[in-house]
């Protein structure tokens, strides 16, 4: 029997969901929780019809003091140790720095720091006394680039950037063999993705369908031959996203930099293209 033990915050559905897959075909018997019970339970049925007997899951609210404790115990009574923690949990809203609620901004602390905070105050033990492990907490690339129309989700995470690296220190300090890392993903296809591409007033139906626009005009815009055609049609596409940035009272910085990049796609093209400085003679 693999004794692995891992659990992983918020797993039901999108990453986490594919995260859980992939370790129990690494041999890991995983502890699902999710706020989403039936969501969570499919999860787990479906990854015990893969592998008998790897998957279990737990309701939970992740921003629950007293249930983190319970699942704990839970882990450690039935699995005896715990060896991967995965801080998965998240929400995102729409809101700038001048629209966002203050209501919005704690919902994303509770959900995606209060949860990494109370997962870390109480598995480190039960990592520690597992022979270490480690933990990772799933952050963005919004730590580093800063997304004003995603303003609060961009504080949590950035304060999750900062306790990843306390987590680790403290671990290494003690030699608790317990490493804690940060994922900083890009934006990937999960429901949480099509939530907020909804709330900029696109259907998800259009998703795929923007994609392909935007790597069509850029091709045309790479290939010499088709880079005027591909300038032409970037500038109408930059045009669209400018509008949806003042249709969500996105921060200036998002509205000017919509014609900031269309001014460089023209000036590229101008130092590249003969014709088009002979044009503009
Ligand atoms: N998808 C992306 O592009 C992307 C990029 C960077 C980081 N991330 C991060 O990856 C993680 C997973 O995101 P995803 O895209 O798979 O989203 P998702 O919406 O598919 O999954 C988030 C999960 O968290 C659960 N959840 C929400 N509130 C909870 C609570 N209070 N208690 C317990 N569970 C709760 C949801 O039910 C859901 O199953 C998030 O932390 C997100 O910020 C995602």
């Not at 934006?187 to 999960?190: G, K, S």
């Given at each position: 029997m693999v004794c692995r033990g891992w659990s992983r915050g918020g797993?039901?559905?999108g990453l986490g969901k594919a995260d859980a897959a992939a370790l129990v075909q690494e041999g890991a018997k995983v502890v699902i929780t999710d706020i989403n019970e039936q969501a969570g339970r499919e999860l787990e049925r479906a990854l015990n019809a893969m592998t008998p007997g790897s998957a279990f899951f737990l309701a939970q609210d992740v921003s629950s003091e007293s249930r983190w404790q319970e699942v704990f115990a839970e882990i450690r009574r039935r699995f005896g140790g715990l060896h991967i923690m995965v801080n998965n949990a998240g929400m995102v809203v729409i809101g700038t720095p001048?629209?966002?609620?203050l209501e919005q901004f704690h919902a994303h602390l509770r959900v995606m720091t209060d949860s990494v905070f109370l997962a870390c105050k109480y598995g480190i033990g039960l990592m520690k006394d597992s022979g270490g492990g480690s933990i990772i907490n799933m952050c963005s690339t919004a730590t580093h680039l800063g997304y004003p129309v995603f303003y609060a989700y961009t504080a949590a995470k950035g304060a999750v950037r900062s306790m990843t690296k306390a987590i680790a220190v403290h671990c290494q300090m003690n030699h608790y063999n317990v490493r804690c890392n940060s994922i900083h993903a890009g934006?990937?296809?999960?429901p949480m993705v099509v939530k907020a591409t909804q709330e900029l007033?696109?259907?998800?139906?259009a998703i795929v369908g923007i994609g392909v626009v935007l790597l069509v005009c850029t091709l045309l815009y790479l290939f010499p031959r088709t880079s005027i055609l591909g300038a032409i049609l970037l500038t109408g596409y930059l045009g669209g996203a400018l509008a949806s940035q003042v249709r969500v009272q996105a921060s200036w910085f998002n509205v000017v930099f919509a014609f900031v990049f269309a001014c460089v796609v023209w000036g590229g093209l101008w130092l590249r293209d003969p014709r088009v400085r002979q044009f503009l003679r």
């Open positions: 797993a039901a559905s001048e629209s966002a609620t934006a990937i296809d999960t007033g696109y259907p998800e139906s």
